[in-house]
């Protein structure tokens, strides 16, 4: 007999399949640990065990290209719609039971996923700390001590608590990512649009994300692969690249918080394990680089000052009128603050969100990501009972711009708290860059060392992502695209993400051409064995950034077959000959930042 896998990893469940497992094992054994788990807080409602058997012995024939997702058990927050199940979004008077899944259930399940049950939250997802629950509250899988995080509190727990292999989860304000950080999993909150919210109950539509948590993030990453494309049931939804990076970038530029932007609010032990993160990040490579936070503080609070708390107002509108004593007095006290406001207000807030937009896209041309704390608290549940919610928007200090800003964003475990608490950081990007994030935080939790939610099983040191259809062109740069230079952004802006490090091949000169500044490399092939091999990054880029990309490159340089020291020949910058007058001859450094490392030594 085939042992069951201690985790419920996808890699660890595979190798179970392949050995000969049966999906109705791993369901039983699920079914036991929810059992032994004994918290009647993290779903609402279950499958019966004989409809879940029932649909493990149904799947089609294992086939890891079809069905990604083959035999894995999973768990949604109740405000997915699941077929079978009541949609209750934590309000048992709004309870409705839908027709049909949700669209990321209904791909989850096509790519072979198991659904469990639906899981507690804030009500209608309204809150960052899972208190907000005529429920049974969620315990914290780290330290029952602690609230859960919310509003997908049961989804994080479930995960941290090794009963299912992933859960979904929404994410409007940092629900996908706070639960992460206070249970030690993977959050992984796409860019706005990227899963369908089709079936999902809303609490801002133009915000709303499905999220995903899981104990890896190559598990999380293939969870998404799955669900993630265009749906025209939803008219939020869009195509983003669901091409990863096979590593994170060699140097990756990080900008993070100014010492006068952090906001601990006087947790010293939530500070320290933010330093012990930045710190990882240094010894990994990563240049950090202090970003001015206030445009972000300033985005982060029109979220509960104008339109967006009118919108969470109109979700539940036709509740409220008819019988709001069913809402929770916390979440109503919060909805009904949009009786404040004034048409004329919500479209002034909106004009000011569309200037800091433009304000702080300015950043990304000369960072990779940011990395923040995740939450800057833990608070506990006494904390919540003394004051429901100075702590609970305390927690979303970090969390609440990003998808105001359509920003894409991965919350990762890092080093643990000194008193034993989970803590890690958030990594962000603009739209589109979900699988760079993927890359860096996958490399961050392995360099971490943290061992997987509440489980105690360490992070395997062997991974591999699960990734969507390639389509990418590779393209060599030798200069300032390099990551971490000055121009890398033009790469990364139109959909770039880095492939390898690489040489050439010995048939090459390198040169700095004439004028600048800023100093422009040269690549040029030779014949008479006088070359050399020069230092190149390699990235991929999609057919109509390539095209962009291409286009603004400026004579004598243009684009032609590189060859490279790997045996690829991809597409990449070359110099015309007539370009080389007045050129320094720079071979003997091997590649630009050697060249510009030594200009900054004289």
Not at 239 to 257: C, H
Request: net charge neutral; with cysteine.
């Amino acid at each position: 007999m085939t042992a069951l896998p201690a985790v419920f990893t996808l890699a660890a469940l595979n190798e179970f399949y392949a050995k000969g497992g049966k999906p109705e094992a791993i369901i039983r054994e699920v079914y036991r640990r929810i059992e032994e788990a004994g918290d009647p807080g993290i779903f609402i409602s279950l499958a019966p065990m004989h409809e879940a058997l029932a649909a493990a012995a149904s799947l089609p024939e294992r086939d890891a290209e079809k069905h990604p997702l083959w035999g894995v058990p999973f768990a949604a927050k109740d405000n997915i719609d699941a077929a079978k199940f009541s949609t209750t979004a934590a309000c048992p008077g709004f309870a409705y039971t839908p027709a049909k899944d949700a669209t990321a259930i209904a791909k989850a399940r096509a790519a072979g996923a198991i659904l469990i049950g639906k899981t507690n939250l804030d009500q209608f997802a309204t809150g960052l700390v899972g208190m907000r629950s005529p429920y049974p509250i969620p315990r914290n899988a780290i330290d029952p001590v602690l609230v859960p995080g919310g509003s997908s509190s049961g989804s994080a727990v479930a995960v941290a608590r090794g009963l299912v292999t992933f859960a979904l989860g929404t994410d409007t304000a940092g629900s996908g990512r706070v639960p992460a950080a206070l249970n030690n999993i993977v959050g992984l909150k796409p860019s706005v649009g990227a899963i369908s919210t089709a079936g999902v109950v809303p609490a801002c539509r133009t915000l709303d994300c499905v999220s995903i948590f899981a104990l890896t993030v190559e598990d999380a990453w293939a969870a998404f692969s799955a669900m993630a494309g265009l749906d025209l049931a939803d008219p939020y939804s869009k195509s983003v690249p669901l091409w990863i990076a096979s590593a994170p970038e060699p140097l990756p530029v990080i900008g993070i918080p100014r010492p006068e932007d952090l906001r601990f609010f006087g947790d010293k032990v939530q500070e320290a394990a933010w330093n012990d993160g930045l710190a990882l990040l240094e010894r990994s490579g990563a240049k950090l680089v202090p970003v001015d936070f206030a445009p972000f503080f300033e985005t982060a609070a029109l979220l509960y000052e104008g339109p967006w708390v009118a919108e969470r107002h109109a979700a539940i509108a036709d509740v409220l009128a008819i019988e709001p004593d069913i809402v929770h007095p916390v979440t109503r006290r919060i909805v009904e603050g949009a009786n404040g406001f004034s048409a004329s207000t919500l479209f002034k807030a909106q004009y000011r969100l569309k200037a800091l937009k433009r304000e702080t896209d300015a950043i990304w041309s000369k960072i990779s990501m940011l990395a923040v704390p995740t939450t800057p608290v833990s608070p506990t549940l006494a904390d919540l009972a003394a004051d429901p919610i100075t702590p609970n928007s305390r927690c979303g200090t970090y969390t609440n711009f990003v998808n105001l800003l359509d920003l894409a964003a991965l919350a990762v475990p890092g080093p643990m708290r000194r008193d034993g608490g989970a803590a890690g950081l958030t990594f962000i990007a603009p739209s589109g860059q979900d699988g760079r994030l993927a890359a860096c935080g996958r490399a961050f939790h392995q360099a971490s060392g943290t061992t997987l939610g509440a489980t105690g099983a360490a992070l395997p040191s062997d991974f591999q992502f699960v990734a969507g259809a390639d389509g990418l062109i590779e393209i060599v740069v030798v200069g300032a695209h390099l990551s971490g230079m000055p121009l890398n952004h033009e790469l990364t802006t139109n959909g770039g993400v880095f492939r390898r490090a690489v040489a050439t091949t010995a048939d090459y000169r390198f040169h700095a051409l004439a004028g600048g500044p800023p100093k422009r490399p040269g690549l040029l092939r030779v014949a008479d064995g006088t070359g050399s091999p020069v230092l190149t990054e390699v990235w991929g880029l999609p057919p109509d950034g390539f095209g962009r990309f291409v286009a603004g490159i400026p004579s004598p340089l243009g684009i032609g077959t590189v060859r490279l020291a790997d045996g690829t020949s991809p597409k990449g910058f070359l110099v015309e000959p007539e370009g080389l007058n007045g050129a320094a001859d720079i071979s003997h450094l091997g590649g630009w930042r050697a060249f510009i490392a030594s200009l900054n030594a004289k």
